[in-house]
């Protein structure tokens, strides 16, 4: 017998619409664990994205800023590259917070 055979053992494939980039008015599809804002799942959770729970509706200026940090952290080329996205992003982050 294959998984095939039992339709609850077969993986369910749903395109799933990225938060982001609704919030600013487009519809592209989530890139999943591709994108730097997902938070890998384990043995009792799946997958899920780290900014999907926020209303970003009425932020569209927040969703267009984490989809350009997004954007640099995929167009980076090495791992000092992203390291340095990474420090931008979580200064930044520190100093709308204080």
């Known amino acids: 017998m294959f998984a095939r055979d039992y339709p609850a053992m ?21 890139p999943g ?11 009792a959770l799946d997958g ?4 999907e729970h926020f209303d970003l509706a009425p932020q569209g200026s927040l969703a267009r800023w984490l989809l350009e ?13 992203i390291e340095i996205e990474r420090s931008l992003f979580r200064h930044l982050l520190n100093e709308s917070s204080e």
């Open 10 to 30: 077969t993986a369910k494939t749903t395109a799933r619409i990225c938060s982001l980039e609704l919030a600013v008015g487009k519809t592209g599809a989530c």
């Open 33 to 43: 664990e591709a994108c730097p804002f997902w938070e890998p799942g384990g043995a």
């Open 48 to 51: 899920r994205c780290a900014v």
């Open 69 to 81: 940090i997004r954007e640099r952290l995929a167009s980076a080329s090495s791992a000092e590259e």
